[in-house]
């Protein structure tokens, strides 16, 4: 097996591997806020989503210095930083005494993240131009795949051996993925010898000066924002729906149907991207994820609004590898890691926004508004395509 491919397969295991550790403690964190002293509801509530957001927003901040770093010492060294970063932090929030010191290892906890992000720059840059689509699309489909089985190993674990010793148990198994990554993965990749310094405002002025690179990246933001965004909100559809009965695993049913569409569509799909172009994918699944988001504002059936999440994650699985294709096709050479960086603060923000604003939607025009502001902003990304993107590919 050229490494290539074992890089790939090897990257996908641990992907998976941190992003079920990761979401292993998604179900039971305002439970564990609880514990902490924590007790009036609206309480809970508020601290559940400071703690959620500042992770995202500390990430946002930093993903373009480690993007830089990247470049400059190798994106294998930043998935080992990560990955040995994330396993220290995981295990002292089982150790935490109350909602400022857990606020403090989130917010710490999404400084130094970045697995993900720096698998996709290593694998992007270590892949034959060829392949990258494909490989890009098995990698999304064991991130998936993790988010989708981390939520039920933790409320299994949790029910069994209690909140804090999951925590240990996400440190330990994010170890696991990095020491695999230490021993196993390789990286091709000559440190510039002459670069010049520059701050990270001329190096985004210089990458935001290649078109379409700016409008890539507001489509990455407008899918985290539009589609995983209101994730978190959709539980409080299915509960009108469903009329309160079992509302929790249905709720958990409509995550998981996206998510289990996305796992097994984005291989494929980002097969297609490179043999037809990933700019035509990337248009064509902006185009069927805007078709399939209106009908769920209209559901009247609980199995409909699941069986409409299951074609938005088909279309799920063409967009961020198709993305991401295209940037890795775009960046200027040696700044592949800071292009990336850049498109993860984007979509960093995105997922950061998107429940918060999202929530408010939601609080003054309803929950069935969320998905015609959804299809609005995709239908944005469309124009975005048709106006910016597919022109300039298509002339170069």
Not at 107 to 122: E, K, M, Q, W
Not at 124 to 147: D, F, W
Request: hydrophobic fraction near 55%; glycine fraction near 10%; charged fraction near 10%.
């Amino acid at each position: 097996m050229i490494d290539w491919k074992k890089n790939l397969y090897i990257l996908t295991a641990s992907i998976f591997i941190v992003m079920a550790a990761m979401t292993m403690i998604v179900p039971f964190l305002p439970l564990y806020l609880q514990e902490l002293g924590i007790t009036d509801p609206a309480e809970v509530s508020t601290w559940a989503g400071l703690i959620f957001g500042i992770n995202f927003f500390s990430a946002f901040l930093v993903s373009p210095l480690w993007g830089r770093l990247a470049d400059r010492h190798g994106r294998r060294l930043m998935v080992l930083r990560s990955g040995f970063g994330m396993a220290v932090v995981m295990i002292l929030m089982g150790f935490a005494s109350g909602p400022w010191s857990l606020f403090f290892f989130r917010l710490l906890n999404g400084t130094i993240s970045g697995f993900n992000p720096a698998s996709i720059a290593l694998v992007s840059t270590n892949t034959p131009k060829e392949h990258v689509g494909r490989a890009l699309g098995i990698l999304q489909a064991g991130a998936v795949a993790g988010s989708i089985c981390g939520p039920l190993f933790g409320g299994i674990m949790a029910e069994i051996i209690g909140f804090r010793m999951i925590f240990n148990i996400t440190g330990a198994a994010i170890a696991v993925a990095a020491l695999t990554v230490l021993f196993f993965v390789k990286e091709d990749f000559t440190p510039p010898q002459h670069e010049e310094k520059t701050s990270t405002m001329q190096d985004f002025k210089t990458i935001a000066g290649i078109r379409p690179i700016p409008a890539i990246y507001a489509i990455i933001f407008v899918i985290q924002f539009g589609l995983v965004g209101i994730n978190p909100l959709v539980s409080l559809f299915v509960e009108d729906l469903s009329g309160g009965m079992n509302s929790a695993f249905f709720a958990g049913l409509a995550v998981s149907s996206m998510g289990f569409a996305n796992m097994l569509a984005s291989p494929k799909l980002g097969k297609w991207s490179d043999t037809k172009g990933p700019h035509y994918v990337l248009y064509g699944s902006l185009m069927g994820a805007f078709l399939f988001s209106i009908p769920q504002a209209f559901v009247t059936e609980l199995w409909q609004l699941i069986v409409m999440r299951f074609f938005t994650g088909l279309c799920l699985g063409g967009l961020l590898p198709a993305a991401n294709t295209l940037i890795r096709q775009l960046a200027p050479e040696g700044m592949e890691s800071r292009t990336y960086g850049f498109s993860n603060s984007f979509l960093f923000l995105g997922n950061m926004l998107g429940p918060m604003i999202g929530g408010v939607i939601a609080g003054i025009t309803g929950i069935r508004s969320l998905f015609i502001m959804s299809a609005l902003l995709l239908f944005a990304g469309i124009i975005l395509m048709r106006k910016q993107v597919v022109p300039v590919l298509n002339s170069k």
